[in-house]
Structure formats: C-alpha cells, structure tokens
C-alpha cells in the first residue's frame, strides 16, 4: 500500500472489477512460468543425477571390466601403480560362455519352496576400500556385513569319498568322509557362509538378515549346492547395476558373495564363463584418475582386453552433455517468458483502453501522472506475482512427481535439487513484466492532459 500511495484501493477495486478478464491472463501466465519452472526443476535434476549416475554405475574411480579370466598378478600390478590407493578385484560368472555352455546359479530359500536365477559375485577383501560406499544403500544390515564377507576364507576342504547311494552328479552339503567309519564328518568347507543380498532378491524369497537360503550351482547335469546366511540387504550397490529393489527385478538380480566360497562352487564352471572386473581407487585428484586409467590401457589392455570405464572421465563428458542441453532449456524457458509477457501486456493495453474515461476523470480530479502509473503498475504487479508464485508452485510439484515416477520405473539414485537460481529469476522477469505491461500501454496517455484524454 505504501509503495502505491492513495492509488493502492483503486488498484484493489480494478482487479475485482476485471477480474474475467484478468483470471484469463493469469491462467495463461501461470501455464507459462509452471512450463518454465518445470523445465528449470528437469535441468537442474539432469545436472545432480547425471554426476550420480555415473559414480553409481562406475562404483570407483576406475572400473575395469576383463574378459580374459587369466587375471592372475593384475591386481598386484595394479596396486603398484602411481596414484592407486586401493584396488579390488570381483569375479562373477557369464549366464552363457561365448562356447554356448550354459551355467546357472540358482537362489532359493531354505526348504526351496520359491527358487529364482540370480547371478553371484565374488568379493575380496578389499572391497570396502575401493567403492564409493556413500553411494551404497543398505536396507536392512550395514557395513559391517562387507567385513564378514572379506575376513570368510575357508581353507580347501578335505578329500570326500561318495557314499553307497547313488546320486548321480550332484554335491550336496551332507556328504560324508572316510573316516571316522560311522560318523557323518562336518567340515570347514559345509561351514554356512555370508551373503548380502538384493533387496528384489530378499523380498522375493522372503528373507531378512539372520535367514538361510540356499544357492544351487548348476552345469549340465553338475549340481553344487551350498547354504548361505543373509547378513544385509541392499537395494543398490555402487558398480554392481543388477542391485535392485522391486521383486519384478528380482530374475538375474546380484548376490554378493565370499570370494573363497565362490570360487569353491564354481570349480566345475569352464573358463571362459568367469568373468573378473577390478576397481581401483586412487588420489582426489581427477588428473591422477585419468592418467592412471591411460596406464592401464597402455599396459594392460592388449593381453587382458581390458573395458577401462574413470570416473573423471566420464563425469566430464557428461557436463559437455549437461551444458549442451542447458541451451535447449534456456530456448525453451525464451519461449514461454516471451509468451507470457505479451498476453499480460495485450491485457493491461485492453484495460488502459477501456477506462481511458476512468483516468480522464481521475486526471481532472488532481492525480498526477506518477500516482495513475501506479494503480496500473500496482494492478499489473499483483498479477504477475501471484500468477508467478500459482505457476511456480504448479511446474516445481509436477516435476517432483515426475522424479518421484522416474526413480520408482528405473530404481537409480536420483538428486533432486530446487532450482532456486530459475526461481529468482522467474520472480525477477514476473516483476519486469509487470512493469513493462504497465508502462507500455499507459505511457502515451498518461502523458495527455485531461482535456485531450475526455475528448
């Protein structure tokens, strides 16, 4: 009121007295700035995400995928590299060797009344070093379940010697040893080890930490069974993407395993249907990061055939891809800005026209021509703001949903972040309008003396 002096009523009244035609220009003001705030929310969630994204997927500053399953000596090698503080090396197995011999790892629970094909990996202890562990969420359990994991190292167990049954090719746990001749020998090898589960994995077979469950190895007519206890479950796991949460991704999803226990039930399975993958953590510094995966492809990626994915380097691709896709934004938030201010402004020049009267009298009355720019600044500011924040209000909820949505469908992590930046400037441009709606239309009349003006 004070900014607007003895014109702030008339202004009021204005607005209630045109208020159809009025509601209809904010309505088209508030599609706009809902449009622009929801553009503003995607990008600024394309920016957080796509950083996200790529140390999910990477799950260390460098990810080394192998196909060769001769990995013996790498990760020593890669250890003594300059600028590597940790390396850590996982093996899992191929559903299908490129030989086309099928070898299948099923999970299930105790007695096997639900079973499901999940693919193993084995871990070493060094696991815990090398992730990026803020970017590893646990829903039931914690970090304390990867120590389990890297300290179970069973040693070999003892020759066996098969029982009188017949029962073809399949190992299972309760086998029985030589000697002593009447007892059932329980050795190191039945021993239960930890498991960390997916959380698709879990809530399919129904299980929480503390639980059993049974994982089958199976090739051919080869059976290897072996019990497991769930000592976490995770819904994702840094470098690891088959860690999901929903049970209809639960078929294929990932089981993190002892790597001793893997490798004792995967000793049947041919080479070429193991496959390794090695991350490697080094120094902050985004340089030593690309320097040292230089290395390694220079050194290591001939006899290997090693896929080396950094972290830094495709976080950078992906603010080229960022800023790329800002300009499209920025054309698009343009459009809708431009849009929204020449409807306010064809309705602030129809109500100047329709009481050309109206400000003739007021004129005559002794307003000058300051206080009458000010009942139509006034009106014009009220629009625009209130539209603004209706249409801000509406594009940063719409987008929310939208992320809200997407996280749900496709189960990464997604950062939403508020784009206060494009809110200031929205409320900053929403202001200019209403000024320059104002102006516009009024300032040739309002320079008329009242005479010409009730002419």
Not at 242 to 256: D, E, I, W
Not at 297 to 323: M, Q
Request: hydrophobic share 50%; charged share 20%; aromatic share 8%.
């Amino acid at each position: 009121g004070r900014a607007f002096g003895p014109v702030a009523e008339l202004a009021g009244r204005n607005l209630a007295r045109h208020r159809r035609r009025h509601t209809t220009t904010a309505v088209m003001f508030i599609l706009s700035i809902s449009w622009v705030i929801f553009i503003a929310s995607l990008a600024a969630l394309f920016s957080r995400t796509s950083l996200a994204l790529v140390e999910h997927f990477n799950g260390a500053d460098l990810r080394i995928q192998a196909d060769s399953a001769e990995s013996s000596g790498v990760k020593e090698n890669l250890a003594k590299l300059a600028g590597v503080t940790a390396v850590s090396e996982v093996k899992y197995l191929r559903s299908r060797s490129p030989g086309g011999i099928a070898y299948d790892v099923v999970a299930s629970d105790i007695v096997g009344l639900k079973q499901l094909w999940i693919i193993p990996y084995g871990i070493d202890a060094g696991i815990a070093k090398a992730l990026y562990l803020e970017r590893l969420h646990f829903e039931q359990g914690g970090i304390e379940a990867l120590d389990k994991l890297a300290a179970h190292s069973p040693p070999p167990a003892p020759a066996r010697l098969a029982t009188a049954e017949d029962r073809g090719a399949v190992v299972v746990e309760s086998e029985t040893f030589a000697a002593p001749a009447a007892q059932v020998a329980v050795t190191r090898e039945d021993e239960i080890a930890p498991a960390i589960l997916s959380q698709s994995v879990a809530r399919f077979l129904e299980v929480e930490p503390g639980d059993l469950i049974r994982l089958s190895f199976r090739l051919g007519s080869t059976r290897k069974d072996k019990r497991f206890r769930v000592e976490a479950v995770c819904s994702a796991v840094p470098g690891f993407e088959n860690f999901r949460s929903r049970v209809a991704h639960a078929v294929g999803s990932g089981v993190l395993l002892p790597m001793a226990s893997f490798q004792t039930m995967t000793e049947a399975a041919p080479l070429d249907a193991l496959q390794t993958r090695f991350f490697v953590r080094t120094t902050a510094e985004e340089s030593v990061q690309r320097s040292v995966a230089q290395r390694v492809r220079d050194d290591f990626d001939i006899r290997y055939r090693f896929g080396v994915k950094a972290t830094a380097e495709r976080k950078a691709e992906a603010r080229k891809l960022y800023w790329a896709t800002q300009v499209l934004f920025g054309l698009l938030l343009g459009v809708a800005i431009v849009i929204a201010v020449f409807a306010l402004i064809a309705s602030m020049a129809t109500a100047a026209i329709e009481r050309r009267w109206e400000v003739g009298v007021l004129k005559a009355l002794g307003l000058r021509r300051g206080q009458l720019f000010r009942m139509f600044l006034g009106e014009a500011v009220v629009l625009t703001l209130s539209a603004g924040c209706v249409g801000g209000a509406i594009g940063f909820c719409l987008a929310y949903l939208f992320v809200l949505q997407a996280g749900a469908l496709i189960e990464v992590p997604i950062t939403f972040t508020m784009p206060y930046l494009t809110f200031g400037a929205t409320f900053a441009i929403s202001l200019a309008a209403g000024a320059l709606a104002a102006h516009l239309p009024t300032r040739r009349m309002l320079g008329l003396p009242a005479a010409e003006i009730l002419r």
